[in-house]
């Protein structure tokens, strides 16, 4: 009997070790089989909701505010195409391009195989224009707008690689779902400088730009906009007679001096009569903290303050945004009246209460004004009874720097002024730039936020999810 209570036991605790093997098996089997389908339920979940978390350092692909705002209200069926197949997209730029999909429903990303389709573009181009490999197309219908690839994604052996994505898409938005398209006219004949950025930016905001000859020309009826940049040749009688005629006309005129420029009595003379005199001189700086060096260059920065809280300086001053010019470039303006009829005077730019002023361009040190003061550098007139305007500007930094330097080093907000300017005389409403966004190469840079979310991960989820799947598989051996 003992030994076959013997047998019986060991057979008992045999068939006991199966069971509790093939349980742990089980629970180990059900434990991988749970992660599993979580992981493909979140993947599937992730797809349909275009979920996806930016660990960037610089949020390389996310929208900014500006633009999440302006698309709650953007109510367009627009279809933006890339014109590659998904395995041949910049993915990149599909990145950015996604999170427009997601802020609005009426925007939709698709894919164009141009080697299924080689015909699909040819509605598009004009002019001998051609498309090529991830060229993108914005199509609302009625308008489109196309970009390269290298527009959306510079390319450059200095700088570095970007992304200009948000800025070119979210151009475009506007563009297509606007019914005309303001014009701005760059006056010439006066020895003016080029002002490729002025230029650009007007173009990106989508505006039509062109260019004018006063002395033989007269101004076109639909100018928005008039640009007169650092004329070195007076103006004659004449233009200065059809400048009063456009401004009468409800017209909108924008000029702009540099350090140097040879006296015209004439422009300067019109000026005054909107309360704005431009003094021969330079302004200079006093306070350090207003100096930024520009990198290797021998040449610095000057940041200027805004002078006025108005309804295109508002926002910069509250998120406390910095414009700038080059030191030693600027004029100094005076403010004649604060009001004189239906024209009222405002001071928009100026310098610190340490900055004074010299009449010696070649040597600053001579001919200094006797005590330090604000200088103004740019001040704006506005014409209530005619709904015209004259801004005027004793330096031309805001239009000519190089964007790089704008957006990149200092990320100042001259671009971002100069629309506003721009846009609120002309009546257009905010403009916004989003900087271009660098490629890091080299180590992954994580943010801190970043940082703590995958820290919370490895360090507390994943080994607490580890825990609780030990403890449960050793309840139920106990239990057997």
């Known amino acids: 009997m003992d030994k076959n209570k013997q047998k019986k036991q060991v ?46 350092l610089n949020k390389l692909y996310e929208l900014s505010e500006k633009t999440k705002e302006y698309l709650e209200e953007y109510n367009l069926p627009t279809t933006i195409y890339i014109l590659a197949s998904e395995a041949e997209q910049d993915d990149r730029i599909r990145s950015v391009l996604d999170n427009y999909m997601t802020e609005n429903k009426y925007i939709t990303v698709k894919n164009i195989n141009m080697k299924e389709n080689p015909t699909f573009g040819k509605g598009y181009v004009s002019n001998g224009e051609t498309l090529s490999a991830n060229s993108i197309i914005v199509d609302a219908g009625d308008k489109h707008k196309i970009f390269t690839r290298t527009q959306l994604h510079e390319v450059d052996n200095e700088q570095g690689d970007a992304l200009n994505v948000e800025n070119n898409i979210t151009a475009a938005l506007k563009y297509v779902s606007s019914d005309v398209s303001p014009k701005a006219y760059f006056i010439k004949g006066h020895n003016e400088s080029g002002v490729k950025g002025a230029m650009k930016k007007l173009e990106t905001e989508n505006y039509e730009t062109g260019e004018i000859t006063t002395l033989t020309e007269d101004i076109p009826s639909d100018a928005n906009l008039l640009l007169i940049i650092n004329p070195t040749v007076d103006f004659s009688e004449m233009e200065i007679s059809k400048l009063d005629k456009y401004l009468t006309n409800g017209g909108n005129i924008q000029v ?33 903290s207003k100096i930024l060096p520009l990198g290797n260059n021998s040449q610095s920065l000057t940041i200027t303050n ?66 330090e003061q604000v200088n103004t550098v740019a001040a704006l007139a506005v014409d209530a009874a005619h709904n015209s305007s004259v801004y005027v ?31 609120y005389t002309t009546g257009r409403g905010e403009s916004f730039t989003v900087n271009k966004k660098m490629l890091l190469e080299g180590n992954i840079a994580v943010s801190k936020t970043a940082s703590g979310i995958i820290m919370v991960f490895v360090v507390f989820v994943i080994p607490i999810v580890i825990l609780l799947i030990g403890f449960i598989i050793w309840i139920r051996r106990r239990n057997l």
């Open 11 to 56: 057979k008992n605790n045999s068939a006991k070790k199966m069971r509790q093997r093939f349980n742990m098996g089980s629970s180990i089997a059900v434990a991988v089989i749970i992660v599993v389908l979580i992981n493909i339920f979140v993947g599937i979940l992730a797809d349909k909701l275009n979920i996806k978390f930016d660990l960037t």
């Open 256 to 288: 702009y001096f540099n350090v140097g420029n040879h006296d015209m009595p004439n422009l300067y003379s019109y000026l005054e009569m909107w309360g704005i005199a431009v003094n021969n001189d330079v302004v200079l700086e006093n306070d350090s």
């Open 306 to 371: 805004i002078l006025t809280d108005s309804d295109f300086t508002h926002d910069l001053i509250a998120k406390k945004r910095s414009l700038a010019y080059i030191t030693n470039s600027s004029k100094s303006l005076s403010q004649l009246f604060s009001q004189n009829g239906d024209i009222t005077v405002t001071p928009m730019l100026g310098t610190s209460e340490h900055s004074y002023t010299s009449t010696n361009y070649e040597n600053v040190t001579q001919g200094i004004s006797d005590d």
């Open 393 to 423: 500007s004793g330096n031309t930094f805001l239009l000519q720097s190089d964007d790089s330097v704008l957006s990149t080093q200092f990320s100042l907000a001259n671009y971002d002024y100069f629309m506003n300017l721009i846009n």
